[in-house]
Structure formats: C-alpha cells, structure tokens
C-alpha cells in the first residue's frame, strides 16, 4: 500500500532511511518488480483482544517545528525543597523542570492526592521522587511505597531515588521478581523509607508479614494503565486496601481509560489532575509502515533495514518471548550486535542485556512490551514493531521509546 497525507506527501516510501529500504532497492510499499502497489482502503489488523487497529495510525510525519510548548512557570530553585535535595539538583545540572514535574511538585509538596497524565518520557519519576525524598528527609517517621508494572522500570525508579537522596541518610528496598528474595528480605529488615516493587513480589512479601502498609504514609501507582494491560488491577486493589485511610496517594499514567478513573475515584482524596500531555503519538517520531507480500522474506527484509547506517541504535519488539528471542539469534547469526529481553529471562540477564544495550555494546535489542514503558533510553534512534501491538495504547508506547526530548526518531511497522 502506497500511503498519502493531504497535499500529496508520500509515505509509502523509505525518505526516513534513504533512498531504498532493501538491498535490491525496493522502497517500502514497492514490488519486486520496482513498481508501487495500487492504493486501497487502509488495512486493519485485529488483535487477539479484538482491537481493530487502523494501520495508517502507523504513518505520520514528525512535527517537532509545530509542536505544542506548555509555559514552565517555575525553575527547580523555586519549590519548596530542603537544600540538600536542591544541592543534588546543582550537582545534577537540573535548572528547568518539564511540564509534569513543574505542575505536579507545587501540588506533591502540598500533600494533595494527584494524578499526573503526561507522554511517555517527560521525567514523571522525578515529579513524584523528589517531593517524597522532602517529605521523608523533613519527617524520618513517613515512609512510601512505589508501585510499577515491571522490574526494570521498578530498578530505574529507586536508580533515580539514589540520586535525589544522595547524602541525605534516606534509604529504599527494591522488592521485584526475578531476583533472590533473601537479599530483598534484609533490606526489608533495615526499615527503609522508601519500598518500590512490582506488584507480585510485593503481594509476597506483604502475605509474609515483611511489609507492613499500615505504615506507608505515601503511595505511588505509576504506570496505572500498564498496571490494567498486565492484569494487575485486583493486586492494586488489594495492596491499595491494605493501606492507612489517611495517606498521600498518586498515580501517574499516560493514559486515563474509564477503568482508572473508577480506580482514581475510589482509593484518591479530591485528587488534583495534572495533564501536559500533547498528543497520542510523540510529535518527534516519524513513523512509516514496512509492507510485507511475502511473510518469508521478513526477517531478510528487517536486515536490509538494518543495514542502514541511520539506524544507529534500534529496538525491535515482538509478540512473544519465544519469537523474541528467535529472532535476536537469527540477527546473531547474520552479523548483528543483537540482545533480547522479555520475562523468561533471569534478572540478572535482562539487566545484562539492558546494560549493553546502554552503552552500545550491542546496538539492537529485541524485546517483548516489557520494554514499552518506563526504560529511559535517550539515543535510541529507531524503534520496529516487527509484530503488531495488540492495541493501539500498546503502540503508542512502544513508539514513545525514541524521539525522546527534543531528540527526533523513527518508527516502523511491519505489516502484511
């Protein structure tokens, strides 16, 4: 299919990533033989959860020059925070906060319950972190709890938790699957401020009279409409439950469907709705489609791709952990610098891979929606969904992985 935007602008072809997309010199959309397919009527994919996807959702230019700028009224300098978090800003090198972080603290550090709404990759952790890490610093009797959908945003979190507090004698437990429970177990035991889990490691531990949420004063949902996708809405329910009548709640999401709003009005106090977000898809991603005729040549059509020299750091998603990590070894195999993540993997693996991923040891990483969310990567210039999301919201995030800040980035969908 041959794609165009009103006023005539192509995006069947391959202008993100040069003059061909194959090594025979096919763009994308073109035949074997050289010429176009003739135009029809979008194709839509319905996923195994009954969603119709409208496949030209997958095409659309960057539009980072007319991208909306949300007024920053405050610097970091002006909230309300104790000096030793405002020194490990300067040493940071933090002067101006994103949208997020500059609507959501002002209200954070005056103990409303919030819910903070913003684009995948706007600093949510920090809006939330550093004024908890004022809230303990100032009372060493509060504690908070941080909920996230998986390990690595949940290891990320207390990562960025350790650079706030730097100095200031507060301390966290990271209580996740995947890693042994002994060692989670004595961190425990040290009575840390602050406890960031997922939520099936921290149900274990809770039912094993380890975690106590009667005493957490503070609690974090973060990443509630992934919670929803992966199922975790009754583990919410029943840890949220077991927490203190009058506490501090937020929940930051990038997405507000009806069932976190029903969520939102039983377990938050008057919350205070803060919503930067400025459109569904990342302003700074160009995204285009990879239109396959023959589903055995894919995978040689995805090393064409990758071949290209714009294609400086690529993460690929796939639907399932066995096709993830078949395909990194198939990319192994033909020369590629190539790792895989997804939730069969030990801990200490996907940790690995991320690492190399990081500092470019490897420069293409095959991963299931595990990675969809949370992973703060800067440099990551192309993202290939070479298998349809199962929803549109899951696409969305999977996009949000490149074209972060003001960096641009490309997206690419393989479809049939």
């Not at 040069?18 to 050289?34: L, P, V, W």
């Not at 319905?46 to 009224?73: H, N, P, Y």
């Not at 100095?167 to 425990?188: D, E, T, Y």
């Not at 401020?193 to 149900?203: A, D, M, Q, Y």
């Amino acid at each position: 299919m041959f794609l165009k935007r009103k006023g005539g602008s192509s995006f069947g072809s391959a202008k993100t990533l040069g003059k061909s997309s194959t090594a025979n010199g096919r763009s994308f959309g073109q035949n074997k033989k050289g010429g176009f397919r003739p135009s029809s009527r979008p194709a839509r994919r319905k996923s195994r959860f009954s969603e119709d996807i409208d496949t030209s959702l997958f095409v659309k230019k960057a539009s980072g020059s007319v991208e909306i700028k949300v007024e920053i009224t405050n610097s970091f300098a002006d909230f309300s925070l104790c000096k030793e978090a405002k020194k490990n800003l300067e040493f940071k090198k933090y002067v101006t906060p994103t949208p997020i972080q500059d609507q959501a603290i002002p209200h954070i550090l005056a103990g409303k319950d919030l819910v903070g709404l913003a684009n995948t990759g706007t600093g949510k952790t920090a809006a939330f972190l550093l004024p908890l890490i004022n809230k303990v610093f100032n009372d060493r009797s509060q504690r908070v709890l941080i909920v996230a959908p998986t390990r690595e945003l949940a290891l990320q979190i207390e990562q960025e938790f350790r650079h706030f507090s730097w100095n200031m004698k507060l301390f966290s437990a990271s209580c996740v699957g995947g890693m042994p429970i002994h060692r989670q177990i004595g961190n425990l035991r040290r009575n840390p401020s602050f406890v960031i889990g997922t939520p099936g490691r921290l149900k274990d531990l809770i039912e094993r009279r380890l975690i106590s949420l009667e005493t957490f004063g503070s609690v974090v949902v973060d990443e509630v409409d992934r919670m929803m996708d992966m199922g975790f809405i009754e583990d919410i329910k029943e840890i949220m439950s077991g927490l203190p009548q009058t506490r501090q709640t937020l929940f930051f999401s990038a997405t507000m469907p009806e069932k976190i709003q029903r969520l939102v009005g039983q377990f938050l106090n008057e919350p205070i709705t803060v919503k930067v977000s400025n459109g569904n898809t990342s302003t700074n991603v160009e995204q285009d489609i990879v239109r396959i005729r023959d589903k055995a040549l894919k995978f040689q059509e995805l090393a064409q791709i990758l071949k290209k020299d714009e294609l400086t750091k690529v993460l690929i998603f796939s639907e399932t952990k066995a096709e993830v990590e078949r395909l990194a070894s198939n990319l192994q195999e033909v020369g590629f610098k190539a790792d895989s993540i997804h939730g069969d993997k030990k801990q200490h693996q996907r940790k690995r891979a991320l690492t190399s991923f990081k500092n470019n040891e490897v420069n293409i990483l095959v991963a299931t929606d595990v990675a969809a969310r949370g992973l703060d990567i800067d440099d990551i210039s192309h993202v290939i969904n070479y298998t349809i999301p199962q929803t549109y919201d899951d696409y969305i995030h999977r996009i949000g992985r490149t074209g972060r800040g003001s960096n641009k980035g490309v997206a690419l969908t393989f479809v049939a």
